[in-house]
């Protein structure tokens, strides 16, 4: 039961992933490469002064993808949190002298719930 949550959640994310991609990510490697020919075109310009230029070019590109690869990385951190503290429950419900097939239940309607409490913070697109 929880692989399929697992599943569901993990191809969310990579559809949010691939749309935000698409739709923003492309748009601005293209700028990117735009801003950079123009660079090149300058005549006047020293070879330290296009690289500096290109550079410039560059930041906007790295920013996003920096902030895409964060705000994934918070999600990940959260959603193992959320799953440890499962694992925790079950730990001590094992200790408890509670039966394996009802620890098992226990352990996989928490983690749904981690699942499902977490697919509502992935965008929709």
């Known amino acids: 039961m929880a692989e399929v949550q697992q599943l569901r959640v993990q191809e969310a994310v990579d559809s949010t ?10 748009k601005m490697q293209g700028l990117m ?3 950079s020919a123009t660079c090149c075109e300058d005549n006047q310009a020293s070879m330290q002064q296009v690289h500096q230029c290109i550079e410039h070019c560059h930041v906007p590109l790295a920013q996003a993808q920096a902030l895409v690869t964060s705000e994934l990385e918070k999600f990940q951190d959260r959603l193992a949190r959320c799953t440890m ?3 925790d429950k079950t730990k001590d ?7 394996e097939l ?4 226990q352990l996989d309607s928490c983690v749904t719930k981690c699942m499902d409490d977490h697919m509502h913070l992935i965008p929709r697109r």
């Open 17 to 26: 992933v691939k749309s935000v991609e698409r739709e923003n990510i492309q």
């Open 33 to 35: 490469f735009q801003c």
């Open 85 to 87: 503290h499962c694992n």
């Open 93 to 99: 419900s094992i200790d408890a002298g509670n039966k």
């Open 102 to 105: 009802q620890v098992k239940r």
